[in-house]
């Protein structure tokens, strides 16, 4: 019998190592694939630099999309908040010749404005996260669409580019950079703040967490918050990157942002929104998408992957949660008995 449970626990943990570091064990495989199939443009230094850099805003917009994924909801606005505050800064500082110091700070404000509003109808009129983060991003779209007489603006302070995208370390871009550090900053708070732990009470349940004193509507109203904060941050960051503002390039970001929120989610702790998972997760796909990209595959394959990645990655995701709940009910029914 002891044999038995023995075997069980080393299945037990096996199957957990498997679930935790899959995706990086098939990052390695599609890296090793790729350099061998593309060994003059895959594996070089340039390639990754690329990649760590070219796709760093995607990473914080992920971020942004994951905080209220946390709490147990969703903002669908998150791709046109990143559209409008890039398009805000584009109109305030080249055509009205304001500064980058007020530009900055005040693009920020209107992210925050707009999960404000999220959280408004969300937590206390008591509408729906996704039918509401949608037609707010509607409404964004819209208004970004006023505000640059629906065509694109450039002339943004080339000082933007120059700290966002031309400064590199070891090859790559500041902008990497900028990305790594917000993840470190959500991971600290997730993991090791009081704050954080409330938010993934609440992402756990919400009538619990409230029975257990939480403040239920402060957190997920914060959460919104949150995420049209960083979405601003990657709004910024676009900015940056292409010292221009275009009113609807931005939103091809959505779906992607998605996958790689919830792909992370099955990743080191599986079944549980993460940053570092979520930073995985979006450079395991874009690896994937620049080795087609560099085969010469059509430009929808792109989509194609990005789509397959989020269905896997939700489908996968409930797999693990309800085998933590069947575990969860085993582990109290044996708990019963050992007792009787």
């Known amino acids: 019998m002891k044999n ?23 990052w390695g495989i599609i890296i090793v694939a790729f350099s061998l199939i593309l060994p003059d443009t895959f ?39 990143l559209v409008l505050t890039n398009m805000v800064i584009a109109v305030l500082n080249a055509k009205l010749g304001v500064s980058l110091a007020i530009c900055l700070p005040i693009a920020l404000v209107v992210g925050a404005l707009v999960g404000f509003i999220n959280g408004f109808f969300v937590v206390r009129i008591g509408i729906h996260s996704f039918i509401v983060t949608l037609g707010i991003s509607t409404l964004l779209n819209g208004i970004t669409l006023w505000i640059s007489n629906s065509r694109t603006v450039s002339g943004i302070d080339r000082i933007m580019q120059e700290w966002v995208i031309s400064k590199r370390i070891f090859g790559i871009s500041y902008i990497f950079f900028y990305a790594l550090i917000v993840c470190v900053i959500l991971f600290y708070f997730l993991e090791y703040t009081a704050a954080g732990k409330k938010l993934l009470y609440v992402g756990r349940g919400i009538n619990v967490s409230r029975l257990s004193g939480i ?96 269905v896997i990655a939700v489908s996968f995701a409930a797999i693990v949660k309800k085998r933590q709940i069947q575990s969860a009910i085993d582990a109290g029914i044996a708990a019963a008995e050992s007792k009787e």
């Open 4 to 26: 038995l449970d023995k075997i069980k626990q080393k299945s037990a943990k096996s199957n957990n190592f498997l679930q935790r570091y899959a995706i990086l064990l098939v």
């Open 43 to 81: 594996p070089t230094w340039l390639n990754f630099t690329t990649i760590l850099s070219s796709k760093a805003t995607l990473v914080v917009l992920s971020l942004a999309v994951m905080i209220p994924l946390i709490a147990g909801d969703f903002d669908i606005s998150t791709a046109s908040t």
């Open 215 to 310: 403040n239920v509507t402060k957190v997920r109203w914060s959460a919104f918050i949150a995420s049209g904060t960083v979405s601003a941050l990657a709004g910024i960051m676009y900015a940056g990157t292409t010292g221009s503002a275009d009113p609807s390039s931005g939103l091809s970001f959505m779906m992607p942002a998605f996958a790689g929120a919830f792909f992370g989610s099955t990743c080191l702790k599986p079944g549980r929104f993460n940053a570092w998972g979520c930073f995985i997760a979006i450079y395991f796909l874009v690896t994937g998408v620049t080795g087609f990209s560099l085969m010469g595959a059509p430009t929808f394959i792109q989509s194609i992957f990005y789509g397959l990645a989020l």
